[in-house]
C-alpha cells in the first residue's frame, strides 16, 4: 500500500518528537513550537500513527509525560496498555448510553431517588 506524502505539519511535529521514553515531548510544547493547537497536534499525531505506521506513543503518568517514538517492542507494548483500558471505558459508556432512558427531568428524578434510598413501600 502507498502511503500518502507528509503534509507540512506531519513533518514538523514528526522533527520535534523525541527518540525513546526519556525523550518525551509534551502537547502544549508540540504546540506552542508550531503554532497549532492542542487538539490539532493531537490529531497530527494521530494520522502519522495511523496512516503513516509512526510508533508514536505517549506517557500519561509520572514526571515525563508526552509524546515520543518508540525505540523498541517493551516501549510500544507499555504504551497500549492505557489504550486498551480506555477503550473498554469507552465501550462500558457505549453501552450505557444505548440503553439510558431519555428524560427530561433527571435532576428532580435522580434527587428524588436519593431520598427514596432506604424506604421500602410495604
Known amino acids: 500500500m ?9 513533518r514538523t511535529i514528526l522533527s520535534l518528537l523525541g527518540y525513546g521514553a526519556d525523550n518525551t515531548r ?8 508550531t503554532s ?9 499525531i494521530r494520522d502519522l ?4 505506521g509512526v510508533p508514536i506513543v505517549g506517557e500519561r503518568t509520572g514526571s515525563k509525560r508526552g509524546y515520543y517514538l ?5 516501549e510500544r507494548t507499555r504504551a497500549i496498555a492505557p489504550l486498551k483500558a480506555e477503550i473498554k471505558r469507552l465501550a462500558h459508556r457505549q453501552v450505557a448510553l444505548e440503553f439510558a432512558e431519555i428524560r427530561t427531568d433527571w435532576l428532580e ?3 428524588k431517588g436519593d431520598q427514596d434510598n ?5
Do not use: C
Open 70 to 74: 518508540a525505540t523498541n517492542s517493551e
Open 26 to 33: 509534551p502537547t502544549a510544547y508540540l504546540a506552542s513550537m
Open 2 to 10: 502507498k502511503r500518502r506524502q507528509l503534509t507540512s505539519d506531519e
Open 118 to 122: 432506604g424506604k421500602s413501600d410495604i
Open 109 to 111: 428524578y435522580l434527587t
Open 49 to 52: 500513527v495511523i496512516a503513516h
Open 36 to 44: 497549532l493547537s492542542k487538539r490539532a497536534v493531537r490529531k497530527v
